[in-house]
T-cell receptor, first 113, second 113 residues
Framework: QKEVEQDPGPLSVPEGAIVSLNCTYS??????FMWYRQYSRKGPELLMY????GNKEDGRFTAQVDKSSKYISLFIRDSQPSDSATYLC?????????????FGTGTSLTVIP | NAGVTQTPKFRILKIGQSMTLQCAQD?????MYWYRQDPGMGLKLIYY???????DKGEVPNGYNVSRSTTEDFPLRLELAAPSQTSVYFC????????????FGPGTRLTVT
């Protein structure tokens, strides 16, 4: 079983739609939960991170963590064509040698004008 | 700040050739990482470093070597290139052991034929 599971999509939505991206995980030791956005042929950039169950909002983006179900989500409201990218979930656990990161495979999102 | 920079952007190698992928960061981050990203496979950690002079293996270190002589630079060496090393390579850095904000470089796209 993979540490982190993410539906690769692709996902295609009309502009203005609400987008829901999801990941599940198996390791209950994960402490931090992150979402990265990766544009084509670019490096990932951190969108949001959180360390507790519940919701965290930043503009049009909301990150949701449910530790009891080992499930995280990213919601994008009023989606824009500029949101078209691959979204990677990531989780980390703090070891003696520092944070160990585990990434999902990414979900490809296209927002159609 | 330039952030994390990587050179070259693209490279084609013949089987058995060697090369060094360069990575530098100007944010005075202690932690640096090398990942490879293959289609549908997510990011896999190759090597990481917690500071100058200290490196450790990640999930997929075979066929690679690293060194960290300065805080700024973290080169990745491929000694005998193989087709299985065809991938996109990303370097990343973060400030501390608990730092969840990883900053990624733009990537190096490597093809081994």
């Amino acid at each position: 079983q993979k540490e982190v599971e993410q539906d690769p999509g692709p996902l295609s939505v009309p502009e203005g739609a609400i987008v829901s991206l999801n990941c599940t995980y198996s390791n209950s030791a994960f402490q931090y939960f992150m979402w990265y956005r990766q544009y084509s042929r670019k490096g990932p950039e951190l969108l949001m991170y959180t360390y507790s169950s519940g919701n965290k909002e930043d503009g049009r983006f909301t990150a949701q963590v449910d530790k009891s179900s080992k499930y995280i989500s990213l919601f994008i409201r009023d989606s824009q064509p500029s949101d078209s990218a691959t979204y990677l979930c990531a989780m980390s656990v703090l070891l003696d040698t520092g944070n160990q990161f585990y990434f999902g495979t990414g979900t490809s999102l296209t927002v159609i004008p | 700040n330039a952030g994390v920079t990587q050179t070259p952007k693209f490279r084609i190698l013949k089987i058995g050739q060697s090369m060094t992928l360069q990575c530098a960061q100007d944010m005075n981050h202690n932690y640096m990482y090398w990942y490879r990203q293959d289609p549908g496979m997510g990011l896999k950690l190759i090597y990481y470093s917690v500071g100058a002079g200290i490196t450790d293996k990640g999930e997929v270190p075979n066929g690679y070597n690293v060194s960290r002589s300065t805080t700024e630079d973290f080169p990745l060496r491929l000694e005998l290139a193989a087709p299985s090393q065809t991938s996109v390579y990303f370097c990343a850095s973060s400030y501390s052991a608990g730092g969840n904000e990883q900053y990624f470089g733009p990537g190096t796209r490597l093809t081994v034929t």
